[in-house]
């Protein structure tokens, strides 16, 4: 079964500062990996996904993840938060080899995250 | 841009009631889920369909059932709704996995409080 950890439910960062939202997965094979932010009442939007090839993933907004197979993690980082940054980020893992199985992503709990002006 | 809607943004339904919450997906995809968001649980599918009149149980199955007469549109269905059914309901299409463009995306989501 696939799995998916977001250790911190929050994360508060000062505005200008970096920031890190983590995230670590189980799955079986490979991974596919994506990362979704939800505004206040709003669905999820996707920023990025790791599918194969280099590890440093860019996304919207000036967002980027690093995969890391070893750690079996993939954070989502920015060098510079923005207040508009803050917003809830949820982590989902899908496993690669085709199959029923495959169809469905596997999401974490979320971090929210506050950027502090 | 892909665009996924939901029939509702809010929405009151009485215990025992039926309701319906309809997803629509104008790109295409051959897959449609339903998720429910609850503070502290994360998403959670509920049933997803991979073609027209096909569906799969999810994690949370128990109390919903799913129609898809047509590919652009995926219904859930609460047959009797219960207290604990209130929740955030999100939708969401994708194209078939393995394709370059396998991402799942999101309609803005349908607030169900049931009395």
């Known amino acids: 079964a696939q799995s998916v950890a977001q250790p911190e439910d929050q994360v508060n960062v000062a505005e200008g500062n970096p920031l890190t939202v983590k995230c670590t997965y189980s799955?079986?094979?490979?991974?596919?990996l994506f990362w979704y932010v939800q505004y206040p009442n709003r669905g999820l939007q996707f920023l990025l996904k790791?599918?194969?090839?280099?590890?440093l993933v860019k996304g919207s907004y000036g967002f980027e993840a690093e995969f890391n197979k070893s750690q079996t993690s993939f954070h989502l980082k920015k060098p510079s938060a923005l207040v508009s940054d803050s917003a809830l980020y949820f982590c989902?893992?899908?496993?690669?080899?085709?199959?029923?199985?495959?169809?469905?992503?596997?999401f974490g709990k979320g971090t929210k995250l506050s950027v502090i002006p | 841009d892909v665009k996924v809607t939901q029939s509702s943004r809010y929405l009151v339904k009485r215990t025992g009631e039926k309701v319906f919450l309809e997803c629509v997906q104008d790109?295409?995809?051959?897959?449609m889920f339903w998720y429910r968001q609850d503070p502290g649980l994360g998403l959670r599918l509920i049933y997803f369909s991979y073609d027209v009149k096909m569906k799969e149980k999810g994690d949370i199955p128990e109390g919903y059932s799913v129609s898809r007469e047509k590919k652009e549109r995926f219904s859930l269905i609460l047959e009797s709704a219960s207290t604990n059914q209130t929740s955030m309901y999100l939708c969401a299409s994708s194209t078939h996995p393995g394709s370059s463009t396998d991402t799942q995306y999101f309609g803005p989501g349908t607030r169900l409080t049931v009395l």
């Open positions: 790109m295409d995809h051959e897959n």
């Open positions: 799955v079986s094979g490979n991974p596919y």
């Open positions: 989902a893992v899908r496993e690669r080899t085709p199959g029923a199985g495959s169809y469905q992503l596997t």
């Open positions: 790791y599918i194969t090839g280099d590890n």
